[in-house]
């Protein structure tokens, strides 16, 4: 292929609250990168989660998930906010989140934890404790208690079910195998088998296919009780941590305080076909339109979009840019110990400018 003529079809999800804050940033990033690496990217936008519902009534209108299947890569800011949580059942944003996960088969959700030299000491954490810190979450994200039935039963009850059959857990190991080959070679899967029975089917099948599969990778199993303890304690002595929908959910949050903001963590939604690539914070609603969102969490998706479509060094120009911002000393409002730190836009803008500043001249 020639350089210059590979294009790519991003189908923009705003969504809610700072989602289309952080996507905005996330679209000037990638369109500065393209030109330097030369691709190019036609972009689409649809509505998702609340925005959705108050434009066309429910959170995942057919076309949006239409334009997402034709798409090379989906691109999602955020859903969710005050003015849906009294919605029931599919009249909630998240519903929406949840049904193009499951449209799009994307069921491993890749969440990298990694801190940053610059953010070491804002951590809340001691900073020796989180120096170094390199692992990633491999969430099973289309199972369990997530997508179980019934939801409701009458007015007074109510109840989920966290359903994990075998095949469900074997192709989510096989990932997270992959991923701990190319990284550290270990992983650590983590379920709650002293108590639920969909764990022990967790933990037989992680233990088959490992096995099976690869033999040369080592295993430890904790309890998700235990594996928060030591995430908090001891974080760098996790490669790759494999878990259920439910318990990465939970894990991937409690994660976010080693680089000090949840802000920064960026996801990657894979499986089937085209993936999405979200980042792992909220909708944030009481900073809305105050140019206060950390912009980061949704630019490191970017780059992991970029990996995922073929383009390491547009990836690596993204990552690039990102430490040549922050080792300028910059931070969002989430980050800051004191009144200096920088808008969404002049974060955006600095790190764009390092994205295409050549490598040689970066400082690490
Ligand atoms: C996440 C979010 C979602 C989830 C919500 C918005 C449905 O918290 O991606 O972690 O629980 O999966
Ligand atoms: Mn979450």
Request: proline share 5%; aromatic share 4%.
């Amino acid at each position: 292929m020639n350089r210059g003529s590979r294009s790519y079809r991003i189908a923009l999800l705003p969504g809610d609250g700072i989602g289309p804050e952080v996507t905005t940033s996330a679209t000037e990033v990638l369109e500065t990168v393209a030109d330097a690496h030369g691709f190019s990217l036609e972009t689409a936008e649809y509505p998702v989660g609340g925005a959705a519902i108050d434009h066309v009534g429910q959170p995942l209108p057919a076309g949006t998930l239409t334009g997402c299947l034709d798409a090379d890569a989906v691109m999602l800011g955020a859903v969710g906010g005050p003015a849906w949580d009294h919605g029931t059942g599919d009249k909630r944003p998240e519903a929406g989140l949840l049904a193009l996960r499951k449209g799009l088969g994307t069921f491993a959700n890749l969440r990298p934890v990694a801190v940053p030299r610059a953010l070491a000491a804002l951590s809340p954490l001691r900073e020796e404790r989180v120096t170094g810190v390199d692992l990633l979450i491999v969430r099973e994200l289309t199972g369990g208690i997530y997508f179980g039935t019934p939801r409701t039963e009458g007015e007074d009850v109510a109840s989920d079910t966290m359903l994990y059959t075998k095949t469900e857990v074997q192709r989510i190991t096989r990932i997270a195998g992959q991923w701990a080959r190319k990284r550290g070679g270990r992983i650590t899967s983590v379920d709650k088998a002293n108590v639920l029975a969909s764990s022990r089917l967790w933990r037989a099948a992680v233990e088959e296919v490992l096995a099976a599969e690869f033999p040369e990778l080592a295993l430890d199993q904790l309890y998700v009780d235990n594996a928060a303890m030591q995430i908090v304690r001891d974080p760098r002595q996790f490669d790759v941590i494999l878990t259920g929908n439910l318990f990465g959910d939970i894990l991937s949050d409690l994660a976010a305080t080693l680089p000090g903001s949840l802000g920064v963590l960026p996801s990657a939604s894979v499986g089937e076909g085209v993936g999405i690539f979200e980042p792992v914070h909220g909708s944030a609603p009481d900073i809305v339109g105050l140019d206060q969102a950390n912009p980061i969490g949704m630019i490191l998706s970017a780059a992991m979009m970029m990996d995922h479509l073929g383009e390491p060094d547009a990836a690596a120009a993204i990552r690039q840019g990102v430490d040549g911002a922050l080792n300028d000393g910059l931070v969002t409002a989430d980050l800051a110990r004191d009144l200096r730190f920088v808008g969404t836009r002049e974060m955006t803008e600095r790190i764009c400018k390092w994205a295409v500043t050549s490598a040689a001249t970066t400082r690490t």
